[in-house]
Structure formats: C-alpha cells, structure tokens
C-alpha cells in the first residue's frame, strides 16, 4: 500500500458449529497493535454469531474487530499476533461412538492465537506531485460557495468550502484558498462530519470563512484548489472550485441635516 492509503484489517474469530460459546477476553487485541499509523476502529456493535461454508464445512464465524490503517511513513508495518480466550462447549467422547448425549459435552477455556501481520507501505512517487499537495490520500470533491453574491462595501459575506471524499478525510489538510488580499479575512470555523463503516471512512468537512470586501472593485473570489494522491489510479489529481463572482454597490451616504 501507499503512505496515506487506507488498509482494512478484521480479527476473525472461526470454531466449529455450536463450540463457541463465550469470548472471555480479547488480550492485546487494541488499537495499539498498529505502530506508525492512525487507526479509525469500526464501530461493530454487539458481537454476531454468523454461519458460513468454508471448503465445505459450515463453521461459526464471530468478527472480533474491525480497523481502518493509514499507514504515516514507508517501510514494513509489523504487527504482533493477537490471543484470544473463549469458552468452548467440547464434546466427550462416549462409550459409544454413537453415543452424542448432551451430559457428555463440557465447558473449556480455549486460548486461540492470530498470525502476525506485515504490511510493506512504499511511498507516494515525487512524478506529478502538485506544489501544493500536503499528503491526502483518497478520492474527493470540492465546492465552494457564499451566502450572498449582491452586497454593499463593508457588509460582511461568508465563504464556505466543504471538503467530501473517502480516506483518511479526518487528518485531510484543509483546501488550498485564493488570492484574498483584496477581503478582510477573520477566523475561519471547521465542522466535521465524518462516518466510519464497514465499508470504509467517508464524510465532509465544512470549512466557513468571514470576508469583507475591502472596496467595490472587491468583485471575485477566485478559485479554491485541492490536490491529493488518488490511490486506485495510482496518480495525484488537483480539483478547484469555480471563481463566486460579486456584486458590491457603494455605501450609501448617511442622510440627514446638514450642519454648517
């Protein structure tokens, strides 16, 4: 895998049908394993007991954990392997070989272990890196848009950019903004809204910005720009958002008497 790109990995708990019946503690199972890299854990819910056919045999299938990896550096990523205890209900064999009577099955506490993991992550090629491409990885889209595109010199508009894709959109940096010199610019809010599934990590982020033009000829906002690296097309890719053109009317003058 690349830096940056994103690395599914479950802990499958596989036993026999109707053997496990109870998992009595998940060890060093954690989000500590993954050294040199940000997790996102899938929120699972209550464990599930599922059936599958695996070569022909139906096993009960429990997925213990599931993660999301972004790895931060290049290099081999180790984890260690994991243990796991479960009680187990183990059949005794009888006299008979016929003999299935549930008074022979018992409980046992089983420990089973994991393999460990290697993850070899290279780094993300120098061909075709945008100047202003700060590590996203992932794929995305970008709009931009104001609350008011008529208003008179001094009133205050806000800009908003939102951000959406799938990757490692939590740590994205934000978008790159436009020349702004010709607005006073105040202190910009940042709103996430990002969702963790099975499928992997999608949302949007928010960014919202206060300006005021500084003079009626204060008349685009030029646009917003965002490079990242795109993973499954092996290449970067830049998006930008369409220059928001303004309107901006002289302050009128203040009316009243005059005083000589």
């Known amino acids: 895998v690349y830096v940056g790109e994103a690395v599914s990995v ?45 070569g022909g045999n139906l096993v009960d299938v429990v997925v213990l954990k599931h993660y999301f990896l972004f790895p931060l550096s290049a290099g081999y990523i180790e984890v260690d ?43 993300l090629p120098d061909v075709g890196k945008p100047e202003d491409f700060d590590g996203a990885v992932g794929q995305f889209r970008l709009r ?32 790159t903004l436009p020349d702004l010199s010709a ?20 949302g949007r982020i928010t960014y919202d910005y206060v300006l005021i033009p500084k003079t009626v000829s204060s008349k685009e906002i030029g646009p917003v720009r965002f490079s990242f690296f795109n993973p499954d097309e092996e290449r970067y890719e830049t998006i930008s958002t369409q220059p928001i053109q303004l309107t901006i009317a002289p302050r009128e003058a203040p009316s009243g008497d005059r005083v000589y």
């Open 10 to 54: 479950r802990y499958i708990l596989l036993g026999p049908r109707g053997v496990i019946q109870q998992i009595t503690s998940f060890g060093n199972l954690g989000p500590g394993l993954f050294k040199r890299c940000v997790a996102e854990e899938v929120d699972l819910g209550k464990l599930r007991l599922d059936r599958r056919n695996i």
């Open 81 to 123: 392997p994991v243990t796991v205890s479960v009680e187990a209900l183990v059949a005794r064999r009888g006299r008979s070989p016929f003999d299935f009577s549930p008074f022979l099955q018992r409980m046992m506490s089983v420990s089973v272990q994991s393999d460990p993991i290697r993850i070899e992550v290279v780094p």
């Open 144 to 175: 931009a848009e104001v609350d008011k595109r008529d208003l008179r010199e001094g009133d205050a508009l806000s800009l908003q950019v939102i951000l959406t894709g799938t990757g490692n959109i939590r740590n994205c940096p934000p978008p």
């Open 183 to 202: 607005f006073d610019q105040y202190e910009s809010t940042k709103n996430e809204e990002i969702s963790v599934t099975r499928d992997g990590i999608s």
